[in-house]
Nanobody, 123 residues
Framework: QVQLVESGGGLVQAGGSLRLSCTAS????????MAWFRQSPGKEREFVAS????????NYADSVKGRFTISRDNAKNLVYLQMNSLKPEDTALYYC????????????????WGQGTQVTVSS
C-alpha cells in the first residue's frame, strides 16, 4: 500500500502563498487518484481538491476555486497544492489522500491518508 507524507505548511499572512507537497512511498502514485482535504478545529474534515491518476481531471471545492491548484508528478511520486491569495479561513490541517484508480474518479472514498501539515493564515 502507499504511504503519504505532507510537507510545506507554515504560517503566512493573508494574501500570501504556500505550496504543499505530498510525498508517496511504497507504491507509485500513478496507481491512485489523489486529493487534498483539510480540517479546522471544531469542524469536520472537508474536501479541497482532487486530481485523477493521469492528471487529466481536477476538481475543487468552491471555496478555493481560482486560488488553489492541484498538480502531480507521477515520475517523482509527488502531488502538490499551490495555494495563492490565502485567507484566514484557509487555516487548517491539510491532508493528502489516495484512492486506487480502479475506483472511478470522483466517486467512492479515499483509502490512504497522510498525517497532515498545518497551514496558518494570519489576518
Amino acid at each position: 500500500q502507499v504511504q503519504l507524507v505532507e510537507s510545506g505548511g507554515g504560517l503566512v499572512q493573508a494574501g500570501g502563498s504556500l505550496r504543499l507537497s505530498c510525498t508517496a512511498s511504497g507504491r507509485t502514485i500513478s496507481m491512485y487518484h489523489m486529493a487534498w482535504f483539510r480540517q479546522s478545529p471544531g469542524k469536520e474534515r472537508e474536501f479541497v481538491a482532487s486530481i485523477s491518476w493521469g492528471g487529466g481531471f481536477t476538481n475543487y471545492a468552491d471555496s478555493v476555486k481560482g486560488r488553489f491548484t492541484i498538480s502531480r508528478d507521477n515520475a517523482k511520486n509527488l502531488v502538490y497544492l499551490q495555494m495563492n491569495s490565502l485567507k484566514p479561513e484557509d487555516t487548517a490541517l491539510y491532508y493528502c489522500a489516495a484512492q486506487p484508480r480502479t475506483v472511478s474518479y470522483g466517486t467512492g472514498e479515499y483509502e490512504y491518508w497522510g498525517q497532515g501539515t498545518q497551514v496558518t493564515v494570519s489576518s
